[in-house]
């Protein structure tokens, strides 16, 4: 910094709304402002600077931010520097400031790495908006990662999306789709281990599309970055989320049978069960394709949870059409799943379909998806019982003495352990299911 403002900050707060890309962004702007000397204000503590790190991809969730701006000031009345982060930053860009005056920074997620100075400016008064999406990446200008607090990270491979599915804002606010350097990813994931992570969760908006040279100039895709990965030592677990159907390769298929550390877990969304209208959205595959990867994939790994999104609603959707939904639904039998309402967003193509759905129907059809999803997933959670599995521990629980942490197909499972800690995996045996987590039953522990 070349110049010192009235008032630096001293203590801030991030707020991530959305994708776990943006709770990824939250943490690494977190640990910048760490390294340029802040720190992070306590629970219930005011905070000197308030980032907020917003999400764009349907309405109710870009409106939140408004609300949350209001909800900074203190109260004596004054506020603290609030920073708007993230999808709507880069969409709004200084529209936030205009409607919410009290915003001194507007920074788009390609250029967090400079907010130490937009907010030196804000603090000397100004708005400073900055949503550039610059060649230069913003990767290089962070700070190494530091020591985790949980033992389960995220690692962002890839930003961007050229798939241009008609409903979404994401091609407009996060740019095109760039794979990191595959050197650069392990570098990153040695440090996370090195701080302590013991899980790595691969991310990007197409993350098995991602693609790069190894260290000896050969190219790769997201199977082989994962084989790279396994060879870690102390990197005990590797997911990845969200893929696309159409980038869905045998290799990585493959990977769930042939590497170890790659848990048994697929999210797939595949936002419709009607092919007509995975046609209007632009999605590329159809209703059989998507069925005939997810037999693929159970082919290579029998106990695969399989985790997908969908939209209800999209405009022209018919009864047939969400009938072919709820049928696509009973054939894949899904762990887990995120439903949402079709929201029309501005500037996409399906915002200006004719055909748009009444509220009253997407209400009633969602109802009915969430229903028969919620059903699978306690039907998953159900049958995993007897089963015996490594847990890694994350977290305690509320009862004293007790511990919480995450299956291979990412439930949520409780034990009751001494000598155990956040960590540690854990074999267990599943012994009940609850509508939202499992029991299980210490054996032995597998590791440290
Ligand atoms: N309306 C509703 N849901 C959407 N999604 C993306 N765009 C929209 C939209 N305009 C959902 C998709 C995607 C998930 C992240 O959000 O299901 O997979
Ligand atoms: Fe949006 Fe489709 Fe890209 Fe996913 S694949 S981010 S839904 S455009």
Redesign the pocket.
Known sequence: MTQSPAHDPKTFRVKSYG?QMNVYDGERIGELLGARGMTAAGDGEDADLVVLNTCH??EKAAEKVYSDIGRQRRDDGTTPIIAVAGCVAQAEGGEIARRAPSVGVVVGPQAYHRLPELVARAARGETAVDTDMPAISKFDHLPRRPVQPRPSAFLSIQEGCDKF?T????PYTRGAEISRPFGDIVEEARALVEGGAREITLLGQNVNAWTGDDERGHGQGLDGLIRALDALPGLARIRYM?SHPNDMTQGLIDAHRDVPSLMPYLHL?V?SGSTRILKAMNRSHSRESYLEIIERARVARPDIAISG???VGFPGETDQDFEDTLSIVRETRYAAA????????PG?P?AEMDDQIAPEVMDERLQRLQALLAQQSQAFNAASVGRTCAIMLERTGRKPGQLIGKSPWLQSVHLDGTGLAIGDLVEVELVSAGPNSLAGRELRKVAA
């Open positions: 994708c991809i349907r599915c409903y979404c804002v994401v969200t969304p936002q999104d969908f939209i995120f439903s949402f309402k079709y929201s029309p967003r996409t399906a």
